[in-house]
């Protein structure tokens, strides 16, 4: 094979998986990202029912102030009833004693009801904490993860730098401009494998006086359709009946 075909053929092998690499690489903001808005959530979770549980708290001192009143005015009454001269008085005095524990009942059924939803509450804290350090430990061992993933990905960023510096030093400087030309114009992708007379990439068909100088893979040979250089990949010798 024509030695410049060579190294195009190795520079795209190299490009493109730099290009891969340097794709991964360029999703850490948004790993870190998601990674942040998983902890703020399971923060919030937490900070909400944080929010519930003070509401709770304020809910039940009310309540409690409330029965400390019936409470005061149910002992008055029930003073007033000692002193009462009249069946009338009696009466209306019965009936604030039986309004005054009403209100009283009322207010400690409440009570009950918040003091079963502070228990909820606190259940629901203490499981929101457990998710929270769950997840703190699963993104710092996921986090961890990436970085030395990322630490690969740059050392193999510089090795695939090194050989390409190796390439270029060598390859005719015009094969060189064509290639970086084609890789500039067609996302990263200036060359390909003419197969079955077809450019793989663009899939036009190419004149047979063109495939058969890329079968020879004696030079550099160019696409008409989309400018890419051009390789060929005979067929195994046993094989070749077949296809
Ligand atoms: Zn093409």
Do not use: W
Not at 17 to 40: C, G, H, V
Not at 228 to 243: D, E, G, K, M, T
Request: include cysteine; aromatic fraction near 2%.
């Amino acid at each position: 094979m024509h030695a410049d075909l060579e190294r195009v053929i190795a520079l795209q092998r190299l490009d493109t998986e730099a290009a891969a690499a340097r794709k991964k690489l360029a999703d850490a903001p948004e790993r870190e990202k998601a990674f942040d808005s998983r902890i703020e959530s399971a923060t919030q979770r937490i900070a909400d029912a944080k929010a519930q549980l003070a509401a709770n708290q304020e809910a039940r001192r009310a309540i409690e102030k409330d029965i400390a009143l019936h409470q005061g005015r149910l002992s008055k009454y029930r003073d007033q009833a000692m002193a009462v001269k009249t069946n009338q008085e009696y009466h209306a005095i019965q009936h604030e004693i039986a309004h005054a524990q009403g209100e009283i009942k009322k207010h400690e059924d409440a009570m009950l009801e918040r003091m079963v939803e502070t228990d909820d509450l606190t259940a629901t804290i203490k499981a929101a904490d457990a998710q929270l350090a769950t997840e703190q430990k699963t993104i710092d061992a996921d986090r961890k993860k990436a970085q030395v993933e990322d630490a690969e990905l740059q050392k193999s960023l510089d090795a695939l730098g090194a050989q390409r510096a190796t390439i270029i030093a060598a390859i005719d400087p015009r094969v060189l401009a064509t290639y970086e030309q084609g890789a500039t114009r067609r996302q990263g992708i200036a060359v390909a494998e003419a197969k079955d007379g077809i450019c793989t990439i663009c899939h036009v068909r190419l004149r047979p006086q063109v495939f058969n100088d890329v079968r020879r893979n004696d030079g550099i040979v160019q696409c008409e359709s989309c400018q890419r250089i051009l390789y060929f990949v005979p067929a195994p010798a046993s094989q070749s009946q077949a296809s």
